[in-house]
């Protein structure tokens, strides 16, 4: 498992163009999702995983820092850091990239494992805990944590 996990690269697509000509909004959270996926199956989230164990997971709250503009024919890639996680969730912080090397937003959420017969959060298999803290474990180089834990709000 690569750690920090840094993503193929993604290319802005035609139809995510808004009239302002470059990346709409919601499309930043698309990559930043389809990032993980890439991850996933490495810390035991598979395609399969709803399937096999009637489990799987959702994003309970994701914030987004649009740093830079992105156009049409941008490629970027996204990376992942785990924050924090216990045996119901987890809290991840991402970076995205463009291709020539400059960040264009930044991503934090979190994650709740839910059982979908309720549904309802419940515990992950063991095997992903275990997986989790192998990747936390292997952190050595977190990003600024001035990014992290960010609020939003206007002075008063």
Known sequence: MQVPFRSALQPVKPEWIDYNGHL????????????????????????????????????????????????????????????????????????????DGWLAATAE????????SGPKVAPMPQDIQNALARYAAAQTDMPDPSRIGRRIGLKR
């Open 24 to 99: 709409n909004m919601a499309y930043y959270n698309v990559l930043f999702d389809e990032a993980v996926d890439q991850l996933y199956p490495d810390l035991g989230f598979g395609p399969d995983y709803l399937e096999r164990t009637g489990c799987t997971t959702y994003i309970a709250e994701f914030h987004i820092c649009y740093l830079r503009e992105l156009h049409l024919g941008d490629e970027v890639s996204c990376t992942f850091y785990l924050i924090a996680h216990d045996e119901k969730r987890f809290h991840a912080y991402q970076e995205m990239y463009h291709r």
């Open 109 to 116: 959420g979190l994650t709740l494992h839910v059982d979908q």
